[in-house]
């Protein structure tokens, strides 16, 4: 059983493809981590939203988790929802210790890899 959980937390789409780039990274991450268990959850027009990925992975006993917003920059999401959802969590789930990161695209080894792949691609075309 995992102690630890990792959501990884995008923006959603009312075409359930969306979904599917979401899902093979939560496997990729799952799969690079011993004993973490790995969620994707949505902001809205997919499930499960956050709530529902937070009650899940409490109720299998996990106690630390960490948000990670799969966002390429900041926006209204992270100054405005982003806060109100983590009070709500932090309430409804009072032994389970969250922490939230900053939005994927302002790591810069997100931004190295993104320019690399990009790089990459460029030189492929002929």
Do not use: Q
Not at 40 to 63: C, H, N, Q
Not at 77 to 106: I, Q, S, Y
């Amino acid at each position: 059983m995992a102690v630890r959980g990792i959501i990884l937390l995008a923006h959603g789409s009312r075409d359930a493809r969306w979904r599917e780039p979401f899902d093979s990274l939560a496997r990729k991450v799952e799969g690079g981590l011993a004993c973490v268990a790995v969620r994707v959850a949505f902001l809205k027009d997919l499930e499960p939203d956050i709530y529902m990925a937070v009650d899940g992975l409490a109720r299998s006993g996990v106690t630390h988790i960490m948000v990670v917003p799969v966002f390429l920059a900041i926006g209204g999401h992270v100054a405005n929802d982003f806060p109100v959802m983590a009070g709500r969590l932090c309430a409804a789930h009072p032994a389970v210790k969250f922490r939230w990161t900053e939005v994927a695209g302002a790591w810069e080894e997100v931004v190295t890899a993104m320019a690399g792949a990009i790089c990459a691609k460029a030189a492929d075309v002929s």
